[in-house]
């Protein structure tokens, strides 16, 4: 086996310090779907920016020149200078000027009396030979702002029946898509679903993240949170879960639901599929989106469907579909009709029954083929011009009946 010296273990050192950096100052953004506006110093671009998003916040600035890419940065650093590369598997090594860096390649050329030679660059470490002059002059830093989509998050979003009671469960799942560790303080989630590019406000986020509270704010028509003012930590290449502000509702209502389209010349037994819809109010606001539905039995979580709720305020009722109904069946049937076609009286039958040991709630939606002018039943009433709805309590363990009668026109 090769002997390796000293200084070899050194390079490996600074070799995985290079594979992953970390930032020396925390970030600020603005966290968007699918990317982010970050506020930085202009000699410290923290991630890659994407072109033409760079923008100055300040009206006098110096020109800005940083890499494309700043994985190799160090190796940039050291074009002209003298440097020793040491390969990371095989005793070889070579001392020279690093002249050229290939990036379409990846390889550099070093220059070792007057003789190029090209190496690939992922094969060795850097070990630079020559001290940087840091009193050298510099251009002047100032605040940046640019976009980068190596760093956005995703909604994680439930609602969690319990007994009489749903959860709002909100969680932000925060990509790191970079080769180095991120931190992040005083900076905001933004939910915004756009076809398009769009340009975050930096005045309008350093008003919200002025007032750090920990809560959704509505704020010109846009959705945002802030992360507060604690230091956040996301490792390179990966997904950090955080929590959001979750809130309680009592379940106002139960109600086994169904709906269905009935024509003049419809016959028979039409039977009926029943879904099971919550009912409750918003105690907060909360984020839009595509939520997952649960029911909660001790500690174990039963899936329900997924919906989609546009509107997520304070004081909104919202109507859940979870499930197909287990406990309710039923059937429509069309006993009696004047003509086929329009105008027409009919008679119909409604038949409900109750599988499960307890009262339920239902009710049955009928949207119709004409204009409704008179309905005529208990338990019926007339949603609008052409749809009527059959709704009431029905016992545990039985069967209830009902017969209605409608005059239609066209």
Do not use: C
């Amino acid at each position: 086996m090769k002997k390796q010296p000293t200084y070899l273990y050194i390079s490996i050192l600074l070799g995985t310090a290079v594979a992953q950096p970390t930032f020396a100052a925390p970030i600020h953004a603005v966290i968007g779907l699918d990317n982010s506006q970050i506020v930085a110093d202009s000699q410290h671009l923290s991630l890659t920016p994407k072109p033409g998003t760079l923008i100055p916040l300040e009206d006098d600035f110096s020109p800005i020149t940083h890499l494309q890419n700043g994985l190799n940065k160090n190796w940039f650093d050291e074009i002209g200078k003298k440097v020793r590369v040491e390969h990371k598997q095989r005793d070889l090594n070579y001392t020279g000027i690093l002249a050229k860096i290939e990036q379409s390649s990846r390889s550099f050329i070093l220059t070792s009396h007057d003789r190029p030679t090209t190496l690939p660059l992922d094969d060795f470490y850097l070990i630079p030979l020559e001290q940087t002059d840091n009193n050298k002059a510099t251009t002047r830093s100032y605040p940046v702002s640019y976009q980068t989509d190596q760093l956005s998050w995703t909604p994680q979003l439930s609602l969690i029946f319990e007994n009489d009671n749903v959860v709002v469960s909100q969680q932000a799942l925060l990509h790191n898509n970079s080769s180095a560790s991120i931190e992040i303080q005083d900076s905001l989630l933004h939910y915004s679903r756009s076809s398009t590019p769009q340009r975050f406000k930096a005045e309008r986020s350093s008003l919200v993240m002025s007032d750090m509270q920990q809560e959704v704010s509505y704020q010109d028509n846009e959705v945002s949170y802030s992360l507060g003012h604690n230091l956040l930590s996301i490792a390179p290449y990966s997904n950090t879960l955080y929590p959001l502000p979750s809130s309680n509702s009592k379940i106002d209502k139960q109600t086994h639901t169904a709906n269905l389209y009935t024509h003049n010349n419809s016959s028979g037994r039409i039977d009926l599929s029943f879904y099971n819809t919550v009912s409750f109010t918003l105690k907060k606001e909360g984020l839009p989106g595509e939520y997952n539905t649960f029911w909660k039995r001790e500690n174990l979580l039963i899936p329900g469907n997924t919906v989609m709720l546009n509107t997520v305020r304070t004081g909104y009722p919202l109507n859940i579909i979870t499930n197909k109904s287990q406990d309710i069946t039923g059937y429509l049937t069309l006993e009696n009709a004047s003509s086929q076609k329009l105008p027409s009286t009919q008679v119909w039958q409604v038949t409900i029954e109750n599988h499960s040991n307890k009262i339920q709630n239902y009710s049955v939606e009928q949207n119709t083929n004409g204009i409704i002018e008179v309905v005529e039943g208990n338990d019926v009433t007339k949603v609008n011009a052409n749809s009527l709805r059959i709704a009431g309590k029905i016992k545990a363990n039985s069967m209830k009946t009902l017969t209605y009668k409608l005059e239609l026109k066209n």
